[in-house]
């Protein structure tokens, strides 16, 4: 895991918006761009259309920035197996 997975991980707890997954992880926003669906490759996080709902397919991956990420279980145990 690299440190920005770590960065990135570590504040996915919650549901959260990718401007404040920008915000609160320092990671800037082209960068982040390029390892979220990469941690949704690993199947260490799930984006999500709201808070509250999943995406039924990947039109997820044509807007980032309106969608919400959520670690998974297994993210979580690699983030904390660090």
Same mark, same amino acid.
């Given at each position: ?5 770590y960065d990135?991980?570590d ?6 918006? %990718? ?6 992880? /320092?990671? =800037?926003?082209?960068e ?6 990469? *941690?949704?490759g690993k ?11 999943? %995406?039924?397919?990947?039109s997820?991956?044509? /807007?980032? =920035? ?9 993210g *979580? ?5 660090r």
């Amino acid at each position: 895991m690299t440190e920005i997975e770590y960065d990135i991980l570590d504040e996915l707890y919650f549901p959260i918006s %990718f401007q404040a997954l920008a915000e609160e992880s /320092g990671v =800037a926003e082209p960068e982040l761009s390029e390892v979220l669906p990469e *941690l949704v490759g690993k199947g260490w996080v799930k984006p999500l259309r709201t808070p509250d709902e999943e %995406f039924a397919d990947d039109s997820w991956r044509g /807007g980032l =920035a309106s969608c919400y990420f959520l670690a998974t279980k297994e993210g *979580l145990m690699e983030h904390n197996m660090r």
